[in-house]
């Protein structure tokens, strides 16, 4: 069989983060699709290429040998798909557009969306619900013009620029049979240290679980984790249904999820919109979106 990009991303993926798990959400696969991926990979070699044992990955010493041919063909394919993108963005008003979900429930974004429709009836967008490190690397590898993102940010590539727009403070949802429902007004976050937490799905360098953790912590507790789930929608679900409490962006609450209060913290905590984009681009489309991104917060403030 012979060998595809997939298989030799799979294969580099997993050599580089020594977690296959975190490699799967990396390249937006479960982790037995990217294990068979791997496995194709040693069958065509005839050769082991990780250890995976007592819950830690090494690689072979094949597996050390093979690591850089992989890395040289994967960027050799990006060098090509780079080159074509380019040739061709002269006339492409196709905008691709990757965004958080919790990003969604905002007025910002669909302000921004509508002011991009009425730019130029010739422009395509095209959105896609990602995670962080997901849209990071599609601006980076010319897959997304543009990824909406939440503080904290994960590391960036150099070649990657960064626009911060919208301030959010997040809230404290609660199930409504709670005791502590029963009060009015803010909320001290450290009075609520024994309740269980629901937990987002942790991502590299970013997003909102780590801005739960860092708050915990600020208010002097470690957060005792029920659930950890990936979309924002069956968080509060599980709030309303009893199995912990939450801390959400604002924006959300306006969803409401019956069997859910949400209460402001006492010690204001923020999330930042920011909006990635690579540095070096300049076509037409992208810097139209940056200059209505900019008067869409405008207009907010």
């Keep these: 069989m012979a060998l595809e990009l997939r ?67 994967l960027a050799q394919s990006r060098r090509a798909e780079r080159l074509g993108l380019v040739a061709g963005r002269s006339s492409n008003r196709t905008l691709a557009i990757g965004y958080v ?39 980076r590898d010319h897959n997304l013009d543009i990824g909406i993102l939440r503080s904290p940010m994960p590391p960036l590539d ?15 949802a609660i199930g409504r049979q709670s005791h502590h429902s029963a009060q009015q007004g803010a909320c001290n976050l450290a009075d609520f240290a024994d309740e269980p937490f629901l937990q987002y799905r942790q991502q590299e360098g970013g997003g909102l ?7 915990c912590e600020q208010a002097g507790f470690q957060p005792r984790i029920s659930q950890t789930v990936p979309q924002i929608a069956t968080m509060l679900a599980l709030v309303g249904a009893g199995l912990g409490v939450a801390l959400i962006p604002e924006s959300v609450s306006r969803l409401g999820v019956p069997g859910v209060v949400c209460r402001r913290l006492l010690q204001p905590v923020f999330t930042d919109f920011n909006l ?20 869409v917060d405008k207009l907010s403030l």
């Design 158 to 172: 150099p070649q990657i620029a960064t626009l911060s727009l919208q301030r959010e403070p997040m809230v404290l």
């Design 7 to 73: 298989h030799w991303r799979a294969f580099a993926t997993a050599a580089e983060t020594l977690h296959f798990g975190l490699a799967a959400e990396r390249i937006g696969l479960t982790q037995p699709a990217l294990s068979q991926l791997i496995k194709v990979v040693e069958d065509e070699f005839e050769v082991r290429l990780f250890d995976r044992s007592h819950r830690t990955v090494t690689l072979t010493e094949a597996g050390r040998s093979l690591l850089p041919e992989a890395q040289a063909v």
């Design 209 to 215: 679980y780590f801005l739960t953790q860092n708050a």
């Design 101 to 139: 979900g919790s990003a969604a429930f905002h007025p910002f974004f669909s302000r921004l969306i509508e002011k991009l429709t009425t730019i130029s009836p010739a422009l395509v967008l095209r959105l896609d619900q990602s995670p962080v490190s997901r849209q990071v690397m599609q601006v």
């Design 276 to 295: 990635i984009y690579r540095r070096s681009d300049t076509a037409p489309a992208l810097r139209e979106a940056l200059q209505a991104a900019r008067a």
